[in-house]
Each structure stands twice: as structure tokens, then as C-alpha cells.
């Protein structure tokens, strides 16, 4: 068995665990392999030991990199988990599944138009900014309502929310103030939890996690 088919079968124990612990379903629970940076073999062992969620942060890197493997391997979903600017949001809307970094009025304008353009409704999630870190992307919880209101208008498919949680406060916090914004406005996923905290994530209501280095070790 190849490290990352290992790791994969170690992940899967672990969610099983926090989602019993959380006396939720694992099934509920969707990882989303974050496949960016790693090497072909790595992202081939997960396929052939059955993954079929990947996120990329990078709209080219993702293209390039999936493009091929897609043809052979159909059943995939690809994540947007990066920021997105609004001149990729062609490329965005026609390549990916998921969009987990919606984030302002101007990406709601180019997605939606495109999605339009394209005949698609791609689900999205809106990123929040759960720490007001100047330097980090997601709209500041205070500015959620109108950013929904404006998303739901523009007839956008929203279907939950994003964190990345400040590197040096407790995730768990983060999380449950997550929970506590999608309860507000009645959104049921949440996509929150990494390698190091995604049975954290779980045990606060996490229904998508993003593991990267746990799953293919670290990034080149
Ligand atoms: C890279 C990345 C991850 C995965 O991080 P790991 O610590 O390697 O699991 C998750 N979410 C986002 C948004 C990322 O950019």
C-alpha cells in the first residue's frame, strides 16, 4: 500500500471517530484532498485508492494539473479553496465544481455572469474572514448579510461557508463562530478543518474538511 493510500485509510478512521464523537454521520462528511503543489504520483495513488474530492488554490495550476486526469478519472469534483480574481472567473466557473472562496460584491457580478453565460449554477460558498486578518481574504462577518443578500439576488447558488482561522488562535473558536454565521442564515455547509485541526472541525459541525499535507505529506 503507497503512504498516501495509508494516510488516506488513517483520515478516514479519524473522521469516523470525531463525526461518532460529534454523534454525527461520516457520511455527512466530505474530504476534499487539497491536491495543490503535490506531485503527480501522490494525487494518482489517492485516485486509485478511491479519492475523488480535490481542491486546488490556483485556477491555472488546477487546469493544468487535472485537465488530463479528468478524462480518465470522470467522477471527480474539483474545489476552488484560493483566492479568486474576477478575470479568472471564466476559467473558474468552466473548470471547477465547487467555488469555496467567494468573498465580494465584484467576484458575485463576474461569477454569476459567467455561470449565466455558461448555463451553469455551480455551488458556492462565501469565505469569511473570521479573524479580520488584514492580510487574509473572505469578507469580515459584519459584512456577511449584505454579501448573501447580494449573492441570493445575483441568483447565486450558495450553499454554505469558508474559514482559514488565524494561525496562532485556538481553530476551535473559529469554527464555532462558522457554525454560528451558518445557523444565522440558515446555510448547511460548512467547509473548515485542515490537517492539523480537521477533528476539531468535525466535533463544531465542519460537513467538508480540506487535508492537504496529512493526506500527500508536505507540499514541493
Ligand atoms: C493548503 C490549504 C489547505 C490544506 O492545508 P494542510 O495544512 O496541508 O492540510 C486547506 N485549505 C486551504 C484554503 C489551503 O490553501
Known amino acids: 500500500m503507497s503512504d498516501v493510500a495509508k494516510n488516506l485509510e ?3 478512521k479519524s473522521i469516523n471517530k470525531a463525526a461518532k464523537a460529534a454523534g454525527r454521520a461520516a457520511q455527512d462528511i466530505t474530504l476534499v484532498a487539497v491536491s ?18 480535490f481542491g486546488e488554490n490556483k485556477v491555472q495550476e488546477a487546469i493544468t494539473r487535472w485537465q488530463d486526469v479528468r478524462t480518465d478519472f470522470p467522477d471527480i469534483k474539483l474545489h ?14 468552466s473548470f471547477f465544481d465547487v467555488i469555496e472562496t467567494v468573498d465580494r460584491e465584484k467576484l458575485v457580478d463576474a461569477l454569476s455572469a459567467e455561470m449565466q453565460k455558461q448555463g451553469k449554477s455551480i455551488p458556492c460558498f462565501i469565505q469569511v474572514n473570521t479573524g479580520e486578518e488584514e492580510q487574509k481574504a473572505g469578507v469580515a462577518p459584519q459584512g456577511l448579510e449584505k454579501l448573501l443578500a447580494y449573492a441570493k439576488e445575483k441568483g447565486m447558488n450558495v450553499v454554505g461557508l469558508m474559514c482559514i482561522p488565524p494561525v496562532n488562535e485556538p481553530a476551535g473558536l473559529h469554527f464555532a463562530f462558522l457554525k454560528t454565521l451558518a445557523d444565522r442564515y440558515g446555510l448547511s455547509q460548512l467547509s473548515m478543518g485542515m490537517s492539523a485541526d480537521y477533528d476539531k472541525a468535525i466535533l463544531a459541525g465542519a460537513t467538508h474538511i480540506r487535508v492537504g499535507s496529512a493526506l500527500f505529506g508536505a507540499r514541493e
Not at 495543490?36 to 474530492?53: E, F, S
Not at 476552488?80 to 466557473?93: R, Y
Open 80 to 93: 476552488l479553496i484560493g483566492p479568486l480574481q474576477t478575470n479568472k472567473a471564466k476559467e473558474a466557473v
Open 36 to 53: 495543490k503543489r503535490q506531485p503527480m504520483d501522490r494525487i494518482l495513488a489517492a485516485l486509485n485508492a478511491g479519492q475523488r474530492v
Open 10 to 12: 488513517d483520515i478516514g
